[in-house]
Every structure is written in structure tokens, then in C-alpha cells.
């Protein structure tokens, strides 16, 4: 089980693993820690202890954890910035960066945590009409394509 989850933890093969076991003492409040393989002096990340009910857990720095917490927070907010950019091209800005400029205004000034992005830029367009495409305005005479219209 732990070559697995080696595997899956590094992108190159660690030769020496630091594990460990939590073991009982004879104080209550205290346990001990054995070390069953590797060693007490590898800086490698991360240990992998095993507790009394052989439930493997992993052991991290803190500078590897605030790492891992930073780069889970990138990729929620690029996650976010996605979704709100698929809102606003849905809707046909003329200027996207001014779209983009007003939404991120608005979610600044919202005191929700979660925010519908369609809701959002259907507000937008709503309140600032001018920035969006409207396709009523391209009005072609009956039978006439876009296409046609584009091509004189």
C-alpha cells in the first residue's frame, strides 16, 4: 500500500520512504513514535505514519502544507475566473475587458461567497446594455443572410 501511494505522491521514485507507527506507552496521555523504514534524517516529504488501527496518515512541514493550501487557492481562483469569462462570452460582449472590469467591480462590492456568473452578466447587460451585442439590431431584410450581407 505504501508503494502505491508513493507512486502517486512523487514524480520520482523515493528510495528511501520514511515510515513510521504510533505504539502505545505506558502513560495514557503519550504514545510513541517507531520508525519501521527509512530514515529519522530524510528530508523528503511526505512520512507516512501508520496509527494503532493501521490507518496510514501523511506527515508534512508546514512550509509543504502552505505550499499545497497557495496552490489549492490558485486553482480555485483561476477556476473561477473560467466561469466568469464563459458567463461573458455567452452573452456577446462588444468590449470584453469592460465587461470583465464591471463584473470583477461587482463581485468586489458582493457580500456573497457564492456568485452566479450568469446571473451576474445577465445584470450587466441588463444595467449597461451598451457593452453587449444585441442581435436585434442586426436586421436584415427578409431572405438576406448574413453571409450575403457580409460578402458586398
Partial sequence: MIE??????????????????????EAEETKLLRLKNGSWDNAKEPWLVYDENQKLHAL???????????????AEQEALFLKLEKSILQQL????????????EEIKKSKKSEIDFDKLVKKIKKDHPNLFLDLKD??????????NATTR
Wanted: aromatic letters at 6%; charged letters at 25%; proline letters at 5%.
Fill in 93 to 104: 460582449p462588444l468590449d470584453f475587458q469592460d465587461v470583465w472590469a464591471v463584473a470583477t
Fill in 4 to 25: 502505491k501511494i508513493s507512486k502517486g505522491l512523487s514524480v520520482s521514485k523515493q528510495k528511501e520512504q520514511t515510515v513510521l507507527e504510533i505504539v502505545p506507552s
Fill in 60 to 74: 508534512l512541514s508546514i512550509d509543504t502544507l502552505s505550499k499545497m493550501i497557495e496552490h489549492f487557492k490558485k
Fill in 138 to 147: 442586426l436586421y436584415l431584410p427578409e431572405g438576406a443572410s448574413i453571409i
